[in-house]
T-cell receptor, first 112, second 114 residues
Framework: QKEVEQNSGPLSVPEGAIASLNCTYS??????FFWYRQYSGKSPELIMS????GDKEDGRFTAQLNKASQYVSLLIRDSQPSDSATYLC????????????FGTGTKLQVIP | DTGVSQNPRHKITKRGQNVTFRCDPI?????LYWYRQTLGQGPEFLTY????????KSRLLSDRFSAERPKGSFSTLEIQRTEQGDSAMYLC????????????FGPGTRLTVT
């Protein structure tokens, strides 16, 4: 079982719709969670971090965390073609060197 | 701009050759990480430096791999006797200061071993 699991997709949504990306993790010691966006051939770009249960909103992005269910999600409102990318979910333990474990990513396609 | 640069951006080498990559964070980035990413996978942790001390190494980092961070500034990752399986994107990431867990990546070095 992978430590961080994501559906590889592709997830296709029409322009202007809400894209919902999901992630589960297996290590209950994980305390910090991140969403990265990665365009083809480029390095990952941090778009959201979340540390507490509940929702965190930043512009068109909302991250949701449920530690009891070991579940993290990312909602993208008013999806744009420029949002088409692979979205990586990542989890980090709380101590030491903050090792970050990444999922394999979900490819999002926003259809104009 | 994350303030992290990596060189070279692309490297093509023949199997058996040695290669070295460099990561340059800005001076206050005291925590530095190396990752490897292959096609269709997420980044995999290789090693971690706090200032000049290498504090953690993944079992992925075989004896052919070595990393250094002299004086806690730039870092290098060397692969000796490259194999085709080493073909990947090598990513450097840093955390700024001590109050956040957010890692920011450099642009990466794409290695192709022929």
């Amino acid at each position: 079982q992978k430590e961080v699991e994501q559906n590889s997709g592709p997830l296709s949504v029409p322009e202007g719709a809400i894209a919902s990306l999901n992630c589960t993790y297996s290590d209950r010691g994980s305390q910090s969670f991140f969403w990265y966006r990665q365009y083809s051939g480029k390095s990952p770009e941090l778009i959201m971090s979340i540390y507490s249960n509940g929702d965190k909103e930043d512009g068109r992005f909302t991250a949701q965390l449920n530690k009891a269910s070991q579940y993290v999600s990312l909602l993208i409102r008013d999806s744009q073609p420029s949002d088409s990318a692979t979205y990586l979910c990542a989890a980090s333990n709380s101590g030491g060197y903050q090792k970050v474990t990444f999922g394999t990513g979900t490819k999002l396609q926003v259809i104009p | 701009d994350t303030g992290v640069s990596q060189n070279p951006r692309h490297k093509i080498t023949k199997r058996g050759q040695n290669v070295t990559f460099r990561c340059d964070p800005i001076s206050e980035h005291n925590r530095l990480y190396w990752y490897r990413q292959t096609l269709g996978q997420g980044p995999e942790f290789l090693t971690y430096f706090q200032n000049e001390a290498q504090l953690e190494k993944s079992r992925l980092l075989s004896d052919r791999f070595s990393a250094e961070r002299p004086k806690g500034s730039f870092s290098t990752l060397e692969i000796q006797r490259t194999e085709q399986g080493d073909s990947a994107m090598y990513l450097c990431a840093t955390i700024v200061g001590g109050s956040t867990y957010e890692q920011y990546f450099g642009p990466g070095t794409r290695l192709t071993v022929t």
